[in-house]
Every structure is written in structure tokens, then in C-alpha cells.
């Protein structure tokens, strides 16, 4: 557990400086930090220390994750709003409107209170569903506002010690519940285990201390084990020609916690503790490493993962594998520097700020982000909180399938998604025009469960029916239920005009009738 460090403005501009070298713009950044500090001036934190050394703290983190300049400035300035008098309007004028947009995303995000402790389940279900449909509406506009929020509540959890027991455990709670998902969901995997270890501690104190002491009183032995499988390794990437780098992996409390809870299993028996990492320069090398690693030491059955031709959807790329050297298991992860970096630092990895280079997303980014703008879509329409949660829960926060196209390309949906998912996911007229799927060369139901590696193709006519309720029942994705609700929709307000129509006619007929008789 890494304790607070104290930051200073030198060791925060030291870091700028570290990627930043546009004078200017570190004026700028500079300017945002005194703004700041002139209007908290005389605000304490429960800590008792002056507040700015908080937008201090939650600024170096963004500036750690090399995020850009507007990131950085909006972290300087995200408590200026709601604390001090400053306006929109002022920050707009002093910083530009880009930044008073993020501080405001950030601002309103915080205003929503996580009821977690709500004692009535549909109730709790109700206000958890809002407060998710709140980040992915914030998100929507600026994933940077999540980026920002996920700062703060990191520097808020390191300084939780100052609250009274109810705070803590109300906060401990709501990061556990959504902040660290959302981390793990963006793939920053560093924040993501900082969250929940620092939540873990404040809700579980005993098991909490429990493990940690468990980890540290194995951890010579461990260590032992690693630096001579660490030797062997090496020598045998050597001998190989590789250009490697390996390091040995610390697994963080809280997932160690879960592993024993959801497998059963007692600390001792949870091997992946002995893990290295191998970095190598390019993919074609991971995979020809992988076949030395095998050939050398016994791989146990079904522990081999291939997450890069298959990535998981928070864009994890990296061979996994485990082996049985000497008597022990090591889990031994080969992947390249980029996606190390992205297994670290996620979405900002790829956000990551380079001077004279746009911001703009690559085009393999904004495809694998599609997955939260057809949440964005279904919650936007949606008015049931449980309904809203449900499929958060599917979309968000599940393992994927990953199914192939006839063509060969990947398309990763919700556990549990059926060939209409996928129809619509290809094309919403193949979704509206499906009468049949054909998964791997065969013919199977449309309630058929979708597993990994199925090729998949939709059998499609013009003559179709189209969607009906039934539908509405099987899908599993937000986009295919709203495109299928859309189409209902509509059908019912055409059908609806024409029985209106008819109705219509009718009766101005009968009234021509009527006026004629009396003429
Ligand atoms: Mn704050």
C-alpha cells in the first residue's frame, strides 16, 4: 500500500516538465494551479492541511497518466466550482471553454449521492441504476470527466483516515461498488487496484489485514522461487535470441480476497502469486516465445489464454499461460511494451498526450469503445433504474463472448448473447430482416447461447415479419433491445395512423350521409 506522498507545486511542475515542453502551455498550467490556490484560500481539508494540496494530488495523478493539458488544469480547478465562488462563466473567460465543460461534467457527477446504504433492494437497485446512467451520460460527452473523477475519488480513498467511521464506510462502499469497475472497465488496471484495496481496508479491516500479512510473511519465499524462475527464464529467452524484458508481478489484496471467496480456495492454493511478466518487441515474438516457454516447461491444460488475438473488451492484450517448474506453478504473462502499457494505464494509455499530435481517437479505439455509446443509447431511452442496472451489470461488467463473422472478423458481445445480438450488432437492417442463424455451418435457434470461437451467419429475407415482442425477450445487448423497441414502436404508431385513417374515413363518409339526407 503506497501511503500518501506529500506533493509539492516543484514535484508537480518537475513532472509536466517531464512531458510537456510548450512554454506556454506550462503557463498556462501554472496559472490554473495559483488560480486555484487564490480561491480555496483559507478552506481546510479534514486532514487540516490547506484544500489546495487536494487538486495538487489529484492533478499529479492525471499528470502521471500523461493526460493532456486540459485534463490537468480542469484537475487544478475541479473543486473551484462547487467550493468557491468562481462561476462557469469565469473559468470559460480565465481557461477556456473545454476546461469549465470537464469541471462541470466532474462537478455534477459529484452531486449525485450513492445510497448504498438504502436498507429497501428496489430502492437501492433504483438509485445505483441512475448514478451509473449518470457517468455514462458524463462519459458520453467526455470520457475525460470519468478520468478527472476517478483522480479525486483515488486521492479521497488515500486520505479517508480524516473521516468518521459511517464516511468512510459510505465511500469505501460506493468506490467498490463504481468507481473501481469503471477503473477496471477503462483497463487502468493501477488505479483500479489502488480503489480497491484502499476500499477493502475501510469496509473488511480484519480480512484485509489478514491477507496483507499473509502475503508478506510468504514473501521471501516467494521471492526466492520468482528470482530463480526469473534466472531460467532469462537465460532461455537468451539463448533464444530474444530482446526481453521480464519482471515479476504483484497481485493487489483485494483480488487475492476474491479469488479465495469465488474459488474456495485457502491462500497457499492461489498460484498465481508467482507471476513474471515477459515484454518483447514485437507480436510475432510473443507468440514464438510462447511456444519456447511450452517446450521447455509442462503448460497445465486449459491455463493458456490467447487475449491477443482475442482482447478482452476493456482492450487487455497479452498471452497468458501457466507452467510447473521445480514442483511450483508460475503464471507467466508475454506480451509487447504498448500493450503492457495499456494493461496498465488503460484508455489513457492510448489518450496518453504527445505535443503536435491529435487528440483524436484511432479509429481501433472509438470501435472498441462502441461498446459504451450503445449503453449510452439504451439509457438515454430507457426509463426502468433496474432494467437500466440489468443490462450495466451484462454489458459492463461480464466477460465477453467472442464470435466470428464468415469473413473472420472478431465481434465481442455480452455472456449469454444470442444470434440476434450479433445480426444487429452487424447491421441493424440484418437485426430487422433475421428470419434464421447458421452457426458454425449448421442451423440453430434463434434462443441459441453464442460461445467463443462460433462463426457465425445470419439467414436474412426481404419478406421478413420482422421483430416482435418475442425478441424483445431474447436479446441480450442494449442495442439490440433498443433497435427492436424502436422498430415496435414505430410499427404501433403506423398501425395506430392507419386504423385512425380508416376510422377517419368512415365517419366523414357517414357525415357526408348525414348531410346529405338533410339537404
Ligand atoms: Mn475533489
Redesign the pocket.
Known amino acids: 500500500m503506497t501511503s500518501e506522498p506529500v506533493y509539492s507545486i516543484d514535484a508537480f511542475m518537475d513532472q509536466i516538465h517531464g512531458y510537456i515542453k510548450d512554454t506556454h502551455t506550462i503557463e498556462h498550467i501554472r496559472h490554473a494551479y495559483q488560480y486555484a490556490k487564490t480561491h480555496h484560500e483559507g478552506q481546510k481539508r479534514q486532514s487540516g492541511e490547506p484544500y489546495i494540496t487536494?487538486?495538487l494530488a489529484?492533478a499529479f495523478t492525471l499528470s502521471e497518466y500523461k493526460t493532456d493539458p486540459t485534463t490537468i488544469i480542469a484537475g487544478l480547478l475541479?473543486?473551484v466550482l462547487e467550493d468557491t465562488p468562481a462561476t462557469y462563466e469565469d473559468i470559460k473567460e480565465a481557461f477556456g471553454e473545454p476546461v469549465a465543460l470537464l469541471i462541470e461534467g466532474?462537478t455534477k457527477l459529484?452531486q449525485y449521492q450513492y445510497k448504498g446504504t438504502l436498507e429497501d433492494e428496489e430502492e437501492k437497485l433504483a438509485a445505483q441504476a441512475k448514478n451509473y446512467q449518470k457517468m455514462l451520460l458524463a462519459m458520453a460527452k467526455d470520457i475525460r470527466v470519468i478520468v478527472v473523477k476517478l483522480a479525486?475519488r483515488l486521492?479521497?480513498m488515500r486520505t479517508l483516515d480524516f473521516m468518521d467511521e459511517a464516511k468512510q464506510k459510505r465511500i469505501a462502499k460506493e468506490t467498490l461498488d463504481i468507481y473501481a469497475p469503471l477503473a477496471h472497465r477503462l483497463g487502468m488496471y493501477v488505479m483500479k487496484a489502488e480503489l480497491e484495496d484502499t476500499s477493502f481496508k475501510y469496509l473488511e479491516p480484519n480480512q484485509y489485514r489478514q491477507i496483507a500479512q499473509m502475503i508478506s510473511d510468504t514473501k521471501n519465499e516467494r521471492e526466492n522461487d520468482l528470482t530463480m524462475m526469473q534466472t531460467n527464464l532469462e537465460y532461455l529467452l537468451r539463448e533464444n535470441k530474444f530482446e526481453y524484458d521480464v519482471k515479476g508481478r504483484v497481485k493487489n489484496i483485494y483480488s487475492v480476497y476474491k479469488k479465495m471467496q469465488s474459488r474456495d480456495k485457502e491462500f497457499e492454493e492461489i498460484f498465481d502469486l508467482l507471476a513474471l511478466r515477459v515484454i518483447l518487441p514485437s507480436i510475432e515474438n510473443c507468440y514464438s516465445a510462447i511456444g519456447v516457454v511450452h517446450s521447455k516447461w509442462t503448460p497445465i491444460p486449459n491455463r493458456f489464454k490467447d487475449y491477443i488475438a482475442m482482447p478482452k473488451p476493456n482492450l487487455y492484450q497479452s498471452l497468458h499461460t501457466s507452467i510447473i517448474a521445480n514442483g511450483k506453478i508460475y503464471e507467466i504473462q508475454i506480451r509487447t511494451q504498448e500493450m503492457d502499457d495499456i494493461a496498465e494505464y488503460g484508455i489513457a494509455a492510448h489518450w496518453a498526450y504527445k505535443e503536435n499530435a491529435t487528440l483524436a481517437m484511432t479509429e481501433t479505439t472509438t470501435q472498441k469503445l462502441k461498446w459504451y455509446s450503445d449503453l449510452v443509447e439504451f439509457t438515454e431511452e430507457s426509463k426502468s433504474g433496474e432494467e437500466v442496472l440489468d443490462l450495466l451489470k451484462e454489458d459492463i461488467f461480464n466477460s465477453n463472448v467472442y464470435v466470428f463473422t464468415p469473413d473472420g472478423d472478431i465481434i465481442d458481445l455480452p455472456k449469454g448473447a444470442m444470434p440476434l445480438d450479433f445480426a444487429f450488432r452487424i447491421h441493424t437492417e440484418v437485426g430487422l430482416k433475421s428470419v434464421g442463424a447458421i452457426v458454425n455451418q449448421k442451423i440453430v435457434p434463434l434462443e441459441y447461447k453464442l460461445q467463443t470461437g462460433d462463426i457465425v451467419k445470419m439467414k436474412t429475407s426481404k419478406q421478413s415479419f420482422g421483430p416482435n415482442d418475442n425478441w424483445l425477450k431474447l436479446v441480450k445487448t442494449s442495442n439490440a433491445r433498443s433497435k427492436i423497441k424502436n422498430y415496435l414502436n414505430k410499427k404501433r404508431r403506423d398501425e395506430l395512423i392507419a386504423i385512425g385513417k380508416e376510422d377517419f374515413t368512415a365517419r366523414t363518409h357517414q357525415a357526408s350521409l348525414h348531410r346529405d339526407f338533410h339537404r
Open positions: 487536494h487538486p489529484v475541479h473543486d466532474v459529484g479525486d486521492h479521497n
